[in-house]
């Protein structure tokens, strides 16, 4: 049986602050001697209930507003997501989809909005408001929102305007109030009881779920900081709540990552070979320093990856920006990658560009690991950059949710991760063509699954076949561990504990 969105709970207290506005706002006309139409007030109450979805899929206590995640995510560079709008439509599409009705209902109510210019300054204003609450919050905060938010509030501009022109009822009764005896006159500037409106649906939503979240225990935070405030990671989930469940893998962990629940885990806490899920820290490290827009000249540091290793086929001389060797580290799950990466940013925290390949390599697993503490990921230690079977190279598969956490909150890593397929053409002019190597994400794979959006696989001898993904299921986000599994087993168990996190009948791979 499916869920109810998790918006569902603030739906009641968000039509009762609309009635609560109707009604003052109500008072207020009949002591001017005026009244509004029976349209007019379900215009109203719709406008209330769509800003409560809105607003509770945004900004909500659910996504763990704190001082301790200002900041933690954003990108003030525009139009970023056009380079992901075909393989990740539901990004771009759906920011665009969700303020069309804002649009649409701001014509529909007001005659301030039947000009342009004021519906999408309502528009983005109503975004750039998400946004900034946003940079307190687990979610990420993003100037191509705002841009797609606007631009759907101007679809829903052309809609409403164009119902008004179809449709004579609604010319009239957006431009005028009547007396009580019944004489119309010209609405003059309404604006303000649009946004009081929205302020009353804001507080209703915050209140809300901080009573729910008190009420049960829970907690504001996904992270319970230790003592040095280091990491924005709990080593222990606020609540657990287990489901039984038994996966071929040898270690495993579900994570619902919204209200930080441990909901599966299996020798979470063993320490195992990482594999490639390693270049998930590799990626961190290497943005923590650098630009995704800043050119590396590869070199002979490639050669050193071992025969059997998976590779995206790089060559010394060929000129990339960092994000092009994202793509290569990622998709194809390319140690050359991993090593182009590390040793140029190496070099570039050492300040010398003529360091070793074996200084650079040094001074980039020593940041591994110190980016590795800082997001709570206390028992892994890491000595190459590729994840390669070797001694004393270990984590968790607790300390790999950690690091998939962080992951996630990088709109440019996420963006990636969440791509089946890319393609480049590098600054040395050669075209490339990546595929992912996640089969949840493989729109042709028996187990490819709607709701995955990423991240990581994983394969050695010492590790076995591994997938660190994630998925939103009913608006909630969770972090899927498997390690220490078969080919099809990897696949195969991170779906039977989404479905099982989800409930019953809510995960179905296409094919099975």
């Not at 009573?211 to 606020?238: Q, T």
């Not at 503490?373 to 984590?395: C, I, K, L, R």
Request: charged share 15%; net charge neutral.
């Amino acid at each position: 049986m499916l869920s109810l969105p998790f918006f569902a709970k603030y739906l009641l207290p968000g039509l009762v602050a609309g009635i609560l506005f109707l009604m003052i706002f109500e008072m207020n006309l009949r002591i001017k001697n005026v009244r509004i139409t029976v349209f007019q007030r379900i215009m109203v109450l719709i406008m209330g209930l769509y800003l409560t979805v809105i607003l509770s899929v945004t900004v909500s206590p659910d996504f763990a507003f704190s001082m301790k995640h200002f900041g933690q995510s954003i990108n003030m560079v525009p139009f970023r997501t056009l380079h992901t709008a075909f393989s990740n439509p539901l990004n771009f599409w759906g920011n665009i989809i969700m303020f069309a009705p804002f649009g649409t209902l701001l014509v529909l109510m007001s005659n301030k909005y039947q000009r342009l210019f004021p519906t999408l300054s309502a528009g983005a204003g109503l975004s750039l408001f998400i946004e900034l609450l946003q940079l307190f919050s687990i979610r990420s905060t993003d100037i191509d929102d705002i841009i797609l938010n606007t631009a759907g509030t101007l679809c829903g501009y052309i809609i409403g305007k164009l119902l008004r022109f179809f449709i004579p009822y609604l010319h009239k009764t957006t431009r005028t109030l009547k007396n009580t005896d019944g004489k119309s006159y010209k609405k003059h500037n309404d604006a303000p009881s649009i946004a009081i409106l929205t302020m009353l649906i804001f507080v209703s939503i915050f209140a809300t779920g901080l009573f729910k979240m008190y009420n049960n225990g829970g907690s504001l935070s996904p992270a319970n900081e230790g003592d040095s405030g280091a990491s924005r990671f709990p080593v222990k989930a606020d609540k657990t709540e287990k489901i039984t469940l038994e996966v071929n893998g040898r270690n495993a962990y579900l994570w619902n990552v919204t209200s930080n629940t441990v909901l599966y885990e299996k020798e979470s806490d063993q320490q195992i070979a990482p594999a490639s899920t390693t270049k998930m820290l590799t990626a961190l490290t290497a943005l923590k320093y650098c630009n995704e827009d800043e050119r590396v000249l590869v070199g002979r540091e490639v050669h050193l990856i071992a025969e059997d290793a998976s590779r995206a086929w790089l060559s010394p001389g060929n000129e990339l920006t960092i994000r092009q060797l994202l793509n290569a580290l990622l998709l194809p799950s390319g140690n050359d990658a991993a090593f182009a990466l590390a040793v140029f940013v190496g070099r570039k925290i050492c300040g010398d560009d003529a360091s070793s390949i074996e200084e650079a390599l040094g001074v980039f697993v020593a940041a591994m690991n110190e980016k590795a503490a800082e997001v709570g990921a206390y028992n892994s230690n890491f000595t190459s950059p590729d994840g390669y079977d070797a001694a004393g190279q270990y984590t968790t598969a607790h300390d790999l949710a950690c690091i998939a956490r962080e992951l996630w909150r990088s709109s440019v890593l996420r963006g990636i991760t969440g791509s089946y397929r890319i393609t480049d053409i590098w600054l040395s002019g050669q075209n490339v063509t990546y595929n992912n190597t996640n089969e949840l994400i493989n729109p042709d794979s028996q187990y490819y699954c709607e709701c995955v959006a990423g991240l990581k696989t994983g394969k050695s001898v010492a590790a076995g076949c591994c997938l660190v993904s994630a998925a939103y299921i009913d608006d909630q986000l969770y972090i899927c561990v498997i390690m220490g599994s078969t080919e099809e087993g990897r696949w195969a168990d991170s779906l039977a504990l989404y479905d099982v996190a989800g409930g019953k009948g809510t995960v179905h791979p296409s094919g099975m």
